[in-house]
């Protein structure tokens, strides 16, 4: 499955699936989606690449946005990060 921002976008909260994408694509995709969101905004991040808990959370720090919640549902880790 390729990564896509799901149908449930709103100018303030973006679901992002990016299951199935190997590292470093994950995190490529998160800073480039907090790079295009304005302040406030929120991300959900649905990942499968066990490299996106390390990944991610750099990412989120790398571009002075935070990460909420990290949480594992299954092989599925799910990001709630704010920008």
Do not use: Y
């Not at 449930?8 to 470093?24: E, V």
């Not at 750099?58 to 299954?74: C, E, F, N």
């Amino acid at each position: 499955m390729g990564w896509r921002a799901l149908n449930n976008m709103s100018a303030n909260k973006i679901d992002l699936d990016l299951r199935g994408l190997k590292c470093p694509l994950p995190a490529m995709k998160v800073a480039s989606m907090l790079a295009k969101l304005s302040k406030g905004a929120r991300l959900i991040v649905r990942a499968t690449d066990p490299m996106s808990v390390i990944d991610i959370p750099h990412a989120v720090a790398t571009a002075d946005a935070r990460l909420i919640d990290q949480t594992r549902d299954g092989r599925v880790i799910l990001f709630e990060i704010e920008r």
